[in-house]
């Protein structure tokens, strides 16, 4: 439960807040990844990444997080390889020459 808030807390803060504020959350987030687990964290990037109401931006921050957090956390993501091409794949079609490029 704690974690669950911590995770919100920062994603708000990447999604929504300042540079500054995205850089220190981002930096956070990143080195807490191992702690935070794999399953905690996805399971609230992932819905937010489905969102249609999600702006380029927002989702370009919430791509470099994933990004980050893939790197970070290595083979502890193989058990939701399933859901994160589930919700990548579709950006690889994306009218949007930007969006496919981010997909990959």
Do not use: C, W
Request: charged letters at 30%; proline letters at 7%.
């Amino acid at each position: 439960r704690r974690v669950h808030g911590r995770i919100s807390r920062l994603l708000l803060k990447i999604k929504n807040g300042t540079p500054h504020q995205r850089k220190v959350a981002l930096r956070q987030i990143t080195d807490r990844a191992v702690e935070f687990g794999p399953g905690p964290l996805l399971n609230q990037i992932l819905p937010l990444l489905m969102s249609p109401t999600l702006e380029d931006q927002e989702r370009h921050v919430l791509v470099k997080v994933i990004d980050r957090i893939l790197y970070r956390l290595d083979d502890l993501v193989r058990p939701y390889t399933h859901e994160i091409l589930i919700v990548i794949a579709p950006m690889l079609i994306y009218e949007d020459y930007y969006a496919r490029i981010e997909g990959r």
